[in-house]
């Protein structure tokens, strides 16, 4: 089976660092993308990591680790707008076809 | 460019009742998907297509149809609703692979069904 784990709910201040983790156990596996959603809203697209290591687009990077089944979203310099729900998701290869996890609930706080 | 737009917005069923939600995307993508979202859940693919005239199941597609007909609209047919199928109900497209590198997936505003 398709399965992403990540965590359900984090909080964290303005101007700070977050870190969402996602594992993930996938029959056949091509890249893990991260899509942002605000309350009420379509999921929207942040990154894609088809390779290991570290990608950067602007506040924002998503890194992979292949060999642990691993990846995790980094949010830098946090904004009040930056509350939302994260979610990571596993392209599967065909058809670019992406199992999603479960997502993560990130509060901003003052 | 509209994107990707969804009809309806909103409806409510009663048990029994069907309807078809209408997708359409105007950025000529191959791929389509319907996924439905359920409260403090991810998204799970309903049915897809990789082209006009095709359609394949996703993971959760008993009780759903599909078809596309035209390459820039994805249909998706409830024959019989029943309150499971109570759900925000997203559409999204995708271009074809290029380099592997990026595999971005557009979403639609979503349609909210209340089966009661």
């Known amino acids: 089976g398709q399965s992403l784990e990540q965590p359900s709910e984090v909080t964290a201040v303005e101007g700070a660092i977050v870190q969402i983790n996602c594992t993930y156990q996938?029959?056949?596996?091509?890249?893990l993308s991260w899509y942002q959603q605000h309350d009420g809203g379509a999921p929207t697209f942040l990154s894609y990591n088809a390779l290991d290591g570290l990608e950067e687009t602007g506040r924002f990077s998503s890194f992979l680790s292949r060999s642990d089944s691993y990846g995790y979203l980094l949010l830098q310099e946090l904004q009040m707008k930056d509350s939302a729900s994260y979610f990571c998701?596993?392209?599967?290869?065909?058809?670019?076809?992406?199992?999603f996890g479960t997502g993560t609930r990130l509060q901003v706080t003052l | 460019n509209a994107g990707v737009t969804q009809t309806p917005k909103f409806r409510v069923l009663k048990t029994g009742q069907s309807m078809t939600l209408l997708c359409a995307q105007d950025m000529n993508h191959e791929y389509m998907y319907w996924y439905r979202q359920d409260p403090g859940m991810g998204l799970r693919l309903i049915h897809y297509s990789v082209g006009e005239g095709t359609t394949a199941k996703g993971e959760v597609p008993d009780g759903y149809n599909v078809s596309r007909l035209k390459k820039q609209n994805f249909l998706l047919g409830l024959e019989s609703a029943a309150p499971s199928q109570t759900s925000v109900y997203f559409c999204a497209s995708s271009p074809l692979p290029s380099g592997g590198v990026n595999n971005e997936q557009f979403f639609g505003p979503g349609t909210r069904l209340t089966v009661l």
């Open positions: 996938t029959s056949g596996f091509y890249g």
């Open positions: 998701a596993a392209d599967t290869g065909t058809a670019s076809k992406l199992t």
